[in-house]
């Protein structure tokens, strides 16, 4: 089978430059990258050697937050911004795992996603892939595709998994989360990923690696990282890294952050309800 960029190469991707979605799949050992991708992919390994398991305990801490999301919380709408390429196990098939009338709707930036994501849907009135920009959330609100799928008068789940540090603070990503926010009913929920600085050295290192192969991807203290849920009231355990994270079992017995692998420091998740 040829490879994505042998003769089959989608057209009308710019596959001389790495992108996001693709790199990311590139770490999680999928095939739809390119060789520009794979060069990416390479920097951050030279940075950070365990990168690709940050990216699967990324992938594993999505699936345990939409676990919790669907069977605790009950929600059954999932608006997944910067859902990225499909890959082993997606928020619709956690989500339908527990509730088989779960909606989603993905929506990445990259046209890469949509092509890839029809064909994995194809079967699946439940769940829609769309183009679209989390800088203009307007836009994200006034796409019919999207408000012909989603209730807006519904509790639905703003998932932000993954993508804040790709954004400057100079960008105030917060206000774009906070007008997608605002648009929610109570009883909504906001969850998001992001790297996180404590002052450690391999954090520093995903930066760096970001920088030079991205132009992006920035570290946070945790105390930065909370305003991004918009003084929203977190669920427990809070924000804490992915590994000690378990939103459904708040009180399990999870190892002390000193003990975890220094690259299990490099991200933090969270969950937070509109009341
Ligand atoms: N959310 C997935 C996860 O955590 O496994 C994928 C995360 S991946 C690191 C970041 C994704 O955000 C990429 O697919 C990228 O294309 C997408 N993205 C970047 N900028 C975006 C924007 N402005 N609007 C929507 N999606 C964006």
């Known amino acids: 089978m040829a490879t994505p960029d042998g003769p089959d190469a989608t057209p009308g991707f710019d596959t001389s430059q790495p992108t996001i979605a693709r790199v990311y799949d590139a770490l999680l050992g999928g095939k739809d990258n390119f060789a520009a991708d794979r060069e990416g992919a390479a920097t951050y390994l030279k940075y950070v050697p365990d990168a690709g398991r ?46 088989p009338r779960a909606k989603v709707v993905y929506v990445d ?19 829609i892939v769309v183009t679209a920009d989390l800088r203009d959330p307007q836009g994200i609100l006034d796409n019919k595709e999207i408000t012909d799928h989603l209730d807006f008068t519904r509790p639905i789940a703003l998932m932000i998994v993954g993508i804040h540090m790709h954004f ?5 990503p917060d206000e774009w989360v906070r007008t997608l926010m605002n648009a929610l009913p109570s009883g909504s929920y906001l969850f998001i990923t992001d790297f996180v600085d404590t002052g450690e050295p391999l954090q520093k290192a995903m930066e760096q690696a970001g920088l030079e192969s991205l132009g ?3 570290i946070r203290t945790p105390e930065r990282i909370e305003q991004h849920f918009l003084g929203l009231p ?20 999870v190892p002390a952050a000193e003990d ?3 690259y299990q420091r490099i991200l933090m998740a969270g ?5």
Do not use: M
């Open 216 to 218: 992006n991807g920035w």
């Open 109 to 127: 930036v990259d046209p890469i996603v949509l092509a890839h994501g029809r064909a994995l849907l194809a079967t699946d009135d439940s769940t």
């Open 54 to 99: 940050c990216a699967i305990e990324n992938r594993a801490a999505l699936v345990k937050g939409v676990q919790y999301l669907a069977r605790t919380a009950g929600i059954d709408q999932f608006l997944d911004i910067g859902s990225g390429l499909p890959t082993q196990k997606n928020t619709h098939q956690a989500a339908q795992e527990v509730n």
């Open 260 to 262: 975890l692998q220094p």
């Open 168 to 172: 400057h603070d100079d960008e105030k």
């Open 271 to 275: 969950i937070a309800k509109k009341n």
């Open 234 to 253: 977190l669920v427990p355990p809070g924000l804490d890294f992915l590994a000690r994270w378990f939103p459904e079992d708040p009180d399990a017995e």
